[in-house]
Each structure stands twice: as C-alpha cells, then as structure tokens.
C-alpha cells in the first residue's frame, strides 16, 4: 500500500510543479519569439549557404584541375595538341556570337 502524504507533501509537490510549469513555459515563450525564430531561420540559412558555396568550391577546383591536366603537361607544359582545339572552338564561337548580334542590329 502507499502510504498517506500530508497536505505539506501534497503543498510542496503542487508548488515544486508551479516551478517546473514556470520554467517550461519561459523555455516556449524564448523559443516562439520572434526573434528567437528569425535567429534561427537565419542561422540555418547561413549554414546551408556555406554548405552550398563550399561544394560548389569543390566542384570548381576539381573542374579547373580536370582541365588543367587536360592541357598541361606533367613537366608543366602546355599541350598545345589539345590547346589549339580548344583556343579554335572558342574564337568561333566568340565569331558567331558576334555575328549574331550584328544581324540583329
């Protein structure tokens, strides 16, 4: 059997769940500021942004490493074999680009 509690327990029981309750609903009050909440959508905002501009750093290195080894030699010597394609396509498409926009002047 359980035993009887006496009205100080039961007093003190009810004011230690006051408290408890207090600080529960200070904790939600903070956490649906808002301030609270823009502090945090910005934070995880910010997070997602250096996520997104780290990988797309990483993707930029490795593209730029790809090509350089495309074209560079390991002596450090351009391969002008693959350069001179390259540098070609370019002009001609640059070429078109302005022909383009001088038709439609």
Not at 7 to 13: F, L
Not at 23 to 41: C, N, S, Y
Not at 77 to 89: M, Q, S, T
């Amino acid at each position: 059997m359980s035993e009887a509690r006496t009205p100080a327990q039961i007093e003190a029981d009810i004011v230690r769940r006051r408290q408890d309750l207090a600080v529960t609903l200070d904790e939600i009050g903070v956490r649906l500021h808002p301030r609270t909440m823009i502090g945090e959508a910005k934070a995880k905002t910010a997070a997602a942004v250096d996520r997104t501009a780290g990988r797309a750093y990483v993707t930029v290195q490795r593209v730029i490493s790809d090509t350089r080894g495309q074209l560079v030699a390991e002596d450090g010597a351009p391969r002008l074999e693959r350069i001179v394609p390259v540098a070609v396509v370019g002009v001609a498409v640059v070429g078109l680009l302005a022909l383009r926009l001088q038709r439609r002047r």
